[in-house]
């Protein structure tokens, strides 16, 4: 860290440039960002499943999905109010209204582009909802650009060894 503000620095105010250093850095950081990639997606995976392990029977884990849906209800709620009191403060498009904004453009042609668009937002949230259960779990451990997939079949995989093991203690 220390290392990339003095480069940053001498870069910049010294217009002293260092090609094999900032070489070896981008190679540093290459690397050290693929590292990253490579230990989040067993590490997600992982720790999903033994925290359903950790969990006994499915009444505790009831109670603890009962209070994450309760906090994400209560950010939810908050992130709505936190958008609703800024939109009112800043008043996005005023400047836009105040210009002319949409009085001299083509009724119909509006009407087109919103019909186009609520058409291709409906195909995206249909397509997302079908994307959400993986066809291939060896893929999806292979590819990191699915990390909300690898949670689901985490959570998935894990209520389904707490099933195990409450069978098997009956």
Known sequence: LIGS???????????INFPLLEA???KLGTSFIGLL??????????????SFNEVKN??????IGGF??????????AAACLGLLLGNIIKPGYLFRQLGGLDNADPQQIKDIAQQHLA???MLVKQNTESYIPNN???LLADNNNLVLIVFFSCFF??????IASIKTQ
């Open 158 to 163: 894990g209520i389904s060894l707490l099933g």
């Open 68 to 77: 994450a849906l309760l906090l994400y209800t209560i950010s939810t709620f």
């Open 137 to 139: 779990v060896f893929a």
């Open 37 to 50: 990639q490579l230990i989040a997606v067993p590490l997600v995976l992982f720790s999903i499943i033994v």
């Open 120 to 122: 291709t937002e409906t």
């Open 24 to 26: 070896i850095m981008t």
């Open 5 to 15: 503000i003095c480069f940053a620095f001498f870069y910049t105010y010294f217009n």
């Open 58 to 63: 499915v009444k505790e884990l009831s109670s």
